[in-house]
């Protein structure tokens, strides 16, 4: 990313040095010892590599996924919208649209601006697209049969990026639960609430920034002093780290909302998740 607007990997990595060798003056041994590491760690990854795009999407919904997100650098709204609901109308399901188009373009989206191929702005406008044409898909989620299971489901405060987020409300919703979505950067005192209120035996959390996982565990010890309910976790940090969903107090976590429903079958029986 910064590479893109013209601030050389040699300069970060020079930093990146001066960083150490100041830490190693100032601190005692075993606190610049441990920030080293992870100063180490960044050199490594910096002389490495550089971003790379994420993997193409596989199987029947490669072309379609290329042509959506052609469609939306493009700006064409009503076209990609309408793409969607073709796709479903030829017998897609939702499910595949869902992790095998929306989900690898959105990558590809975040990937574009991080490289500063896309403005901000463009970035916005293509999620807000991806978010129309899931709203056209809910008539297919809501034909499914309750199943008597309630999910609260929400991105932390401070956190914007809700898709991923809202995919999992969707495939719950596909499942049968009753789902109570709340969208971006829910107040902690309100995730309460609603986790109180509808009597929730799942709660989903997402946090995009690891700057967001301090207000999550802090959101996760509030929910644990109410009790009695099942807490999932989810985002990018997660990915990075498999174990770090101890760290915030949480139940699980789930790399994606196919997994996140996975996980609810093993806790709660095949039959009612």
């Known amino acids: 990313m910064l590479e893109e607007r013209d601030v050389s990997t040699d300069d970060l990595i020079t930093n990146f040095e001066c960083l150490r060798e100041t830490f190693d003056e100032r601190l005692s041994p075993a606190q610049a010892a441990e920030i080293s590491d992870v100063l180490n760690a960044g050199l490594t990854q ?7 795009p994420e993997p193409e ?5 490669q072309e379609l996924a ?6 939306l650098l493009a ?6 919208v309408q793409l969607i609901r073709d796709a479903v109308a030829g017998g897609m399901t ?5 992790l095998h188009v929306f989900q690898p373009v959105q990558y590809e989206i975040g990937r574009l601006w991080q490289v500063n191929r896309i403005t901000v702005a463009q970035e916005h406008y293509c999620t807000a697209v991806t978010q ?3 709203s056209q898909l809910y008539p297919e989620l809501l034909s499914h049969p309750p199943c008597g299971r309630v999910l609260v489901c929400a991105c932390i405060g401070g956190d914007l990026h809700e898709i991923g987020s809202r995919m ?6 596909l499942e049968g639960w009753d789902t109570y ?6 107040p902690v005192p309100g995730i309460v609430e609603q986790v109180q209120n509808r009597k929730a035996d799942l709660l989903a959390l997402s946090a995009t920034m690891t700057y967001h996982l301090a207000q999550m565990r802090e959101c996760v010890a509030a929910v644990r002093a109410e009790g009695g309910v099942r807490i999932l976790v989810g985002g990018r940090p997660f990915l990075l780290d498999a174990e770090l969903w101890r760290s915030v107090g949480a139940d699980g976590w789930a790399k994606n909302a196919d997994e996140a429903v996975a996980v609810a079958r093993e806790w709660f029986g095949e039959e009612q998740a």
């Open 132 to 134: 129309l044409a899931m």
């Open 66 to 71: 290329k042509e959506y997100l052609s469609l």
């Open 75 to 80: 700006g064409e709204r009503a076209r990609a």
């Open 57 to 61: 999407p596989r199987g029947a919904a």
């Open 181 to 186: 979505y709340l969208g971006a950067s829910t």
């Open 168 to 173: 999992i409300a969707d495939f719950f919703e």
């Open 46 to 52: 910096l002389r490495r590599e550089r971003c790379d």
């Open 94 to 98: 939702v499910r595949d649209i869902y």
